[in-house]
């Protein structure tokens, strides 16, 4: 019987060293495909800015966003699909090999790797869900916009507050202008995250009040550290706030206004408008 205990042991020492070599693995791969995307990155910042010097004219084109936007959501949707593929499918073998080894000598090590494994697999969805969300073809903003709020409440500390009417009209919205629109909030959302340190988030969409333009409203406050926008508008980027290049880039793409408000200490509130110009090219 002593025997077989030890031998039993031995083989689940095995498993648990098979597992945290997996993990090892696992961990040199992450860091090498960041060092590779980033390098990666670098030279096609390069070879943009020196592509873009003879090409001014087709920077400042719709049709040289359109290009660059489709080709940044392909890349997302091909990342996402290979994480979910096949990384996510490892952990989730990972895991459940985890749980079936027992080590008398360590009880708690199964369990202890079992939940890193699930909270790597965590984070894998919500990297395959925020790169390509499978409900955010949906021409609906309303849609859209509640599922972006349940993700944003399950993977962060932050308060946060979604005001939606029931009877918001944004069917005048294209699939493109929907999909923009949503993405210009999400990177909003994942810079108070990153860079905001705020307990609580407000998200308001609504259409026009009173005198304003028929459209679509959208305001993003929190209570955060908040910051100069002036550095912003000076340079596109104050080393912190990079996302707000792409959202700019968006919302010209769509022709919506986003206007940034924010002050050292205060917070910040952005505002995105898309104006409803169906009405007005009927009428012309």
Do not use: W
């Amino acid at each position: 019987m002593n025997g077989m205990n030890v031998s039993q042991q031995e083989a689940a020492k095995v498993e648990i060293s098979k597992l945290q070599e997996i993990v090892h693995q696992y961990t040199t791969f992450f860091i090498i495909f960041d060092i590779i995307f980033f390098v990666a990155i670098v030279f096609i910042i390069i070879f943009a800015i020196q592509y873009l010097k003879s090409k001014k004219q087709l920077k400042s084109s719709n049709r040289y966003l359109r290009f660059t936007i489709k080709g940044q959501e392909e890349e997302r949707a091909r990342i996402a699909r290979e994480l979910h593929d096949t990384i996510a499918q490892d952990l989730r073998y990972c895991r459940n090999l985890s749980e079936k080894i027992q080590d008398k000598n360590d009880p708690e090590l199964s369990k202890k790797l079992s939940s890193m494994l699930e909270k790597s697999l965590s984070s894998v969805r919500n990297m395959s869900y925020n790169l390509a969300p499978p409900d955010v073809i949906k021409n609906d903003l309303s849609a859209n916009l509640l599922n972006l709020a349940q993700n944003f409440r399950e993977h962060s500390d932050v308060e946060f507050r979604l005001t939606i009417p029931d009877l918001l009209d944004s069917e005048f919205l294209t699939e493109e202008q929907n999909l923009n629109l949503y993405r210009i909030i999400q990177e909003a959302l994942t810079n108070i995250i990153k860079h905001a340190q705020a307990s609580e988030v407000t998200l308001l969409v609504r259409n026009e009040n009173g005198d304003e333009a028929k459209g679509i409203y959208i305001f993003i406050s929190d209570d955060g550290v908040g910051f100069e926008v002036s550095k912003i508008n000076e340079r596109g980027t104050d080393g912190n706030h990079f996302g707000f290049v792409g959202m700019n880039e968006r919302a010209d793409f769509i022709g919506a206004k986003l206007l940034v408000d924010s002050h050292p200490g205060e917070g910040t509130q952005i505002t995105v408008i898309k104006e409803d110009l169906t009405e007005s090219v009927k009428k012309s």
